[in-house]
């Protein structure tokens, strides 16, 4: 029990932190096909189409209290020039903290040339964060001396973020930040400074389409991460796209892991794919890796498509 807290401990302390450390967000391994949870700009969607996505990570398997991490999104255009959407993330690190953010997005997209458009878009919501505490100890057999501590937390927090995106149907490049309004989790108690900050976070995003013949793709992406407070992280992939159907990748997360991405075009509507990260830095004693799991699924509610060749979304 006391090796249990010692790991939720860690955790907890390395994701919301104490003595005003920056808390991260989520990372995501599949972050290409996850860009309406961090950027509120991302519309590629067709209209009559509405874009369901949903991803599941369990990150550092085999260690106590790790983070697993859910998303989902839902996004549409309603005319040539608007695109609406919802977001979800709920964030979960050792049934201690609970984080649930729900967002409602909007894009307004500008169509430079027949082959790129802008987008600009924002987001507003609520963030939800819980903590248990009920049956934490810091040392084994003893309750905790730390006032931080002594009492659960259940509070609920106003959000809103910004983004652009600029595509064409060969490349993206996206800025965003998702989470503009700073919020301390845990506050001054008995005259003891420990606080957990929410702290904005500034997701900058790319990724290029080669084709290297009629049935072969390379798709280079990156993803660079910076908050106050933490190191900049920052995500490289490149996988390959095999007839449409299937895509298989390697990607690199800088100090942190070495990823392996597959993913699956079941039917026209449905892609599925899995992500597996071997971790590289000193918590790769502690786990046996990280997985994600992913879904998109493409609702043709008006039957458009129907009778002619849509152009294949890369992104």
Same mark, same amino acid.
């Given at each position: 029990?006391?090796? !249990? ?8 302390? @390395? ?18 096909? *996850?860009?309406?949870?961090? /950027? #509120? ?9 509405? /874009? ?12 106590? &209290? ?8 839902? =996004?549409? #255009? ?13 964030? *979960? ?7 649930? /953010?729900?967002? %409602? ?15 600009? &878009? ?54 965003? +930040?998702?989470?503009?309004? !700073?919020?301390? =989790? ?34 280079? %992406? ?18 390959? @796209? ?14 942190? +892991?070495? $990823? ?7 039917? #026209? ?20 890796? $990280? ?7 493409? @609702? ?10 849509? $152009? #294949?979304?890369?992104?």
């Amino acid at each position: 029990m006391k090796k !249990t807290y010692k790991y939720i401990l860690t955790v907890v302390t @390395l994701c919301f932190g104490l003595i005003t450390t920056a808390q991260q967000d989520p990372q995501f391994t599949q972050y290409m096909y *996850n860009h309406s949870v961090i /950027n #509120p700009a991302y519309a590629t969607a067709t209209e009559g189409v509405i /874009n369901f996505g949903a991803l599941y990570r369990t990150q550092w398997v085999g260690l106590e &209290g790790a983070p697993q991490t859910g998303t989902f999104f839902a =996004h549409t #255009p309603i005319n040539e020039k608007m695109e609406v959407g919802i977001s979800f993330v709920n964030d *979960n690190i050792g049934d201690v903290v609970n984080e649930n /953010n729900i967002f %409602a997005d909007y894009a307004y997209v500008l169509k430079l040339s027949e082959k790129s458009k802008l987008s600009f &878009g924002i987001k507003a919501g609520l963030t939800f964060f819980n903590t248990d505490f009920s049956n934490f100890s810091l040392q084994s057999g003893n309750a905790s001396t730390d006032v931080a501590f002594n009492e659960n937390i259940s509070k609920t927090f106003p959000n809103a973020g910004i983004g652009t995106f600029y595509f064409t149907d060969k490349y993206y490049v996206g800025l965003s +930040a998702p989470n503009l309004l !700073t919020s301390k =989790h845990i506050e001054t108690e008995n005259g003891i400074v420990s606080t957990g900050v929410q702290d904005i976070h500034m997701f900058l995003t790319g990724g290029y389409v080669f084709n290297l013949n009629p049935k072969l793709k390379l798709k280079p %992406a990156f993803m660079a991460k910076a908050v106050r407070g933490a190191p900049l992280a920052l995500d490289l992939t490149a996988n390959v @796209l095999i007839n449409n159907r299937i895509e298989a990748g390697i990607g690199y997360r800088l100090d942190d +892991a070495i $990823s392996g991405l597959v993913n699956f075009k079941v039917t #026209p509507e449905l892609r599925i794919g899995y992500a597996y990260d071997y971790t590289t830095s000193n918590l790769g004693n502690f786990n046996s890796g $990280s997985h994600e799991i992913m879904i998109l699924y493409n @609702l043709d509610f008006l039957n458009i498509s129907k009778g002619f060749d849509r $152009s #294949p979304r890369f992104f």
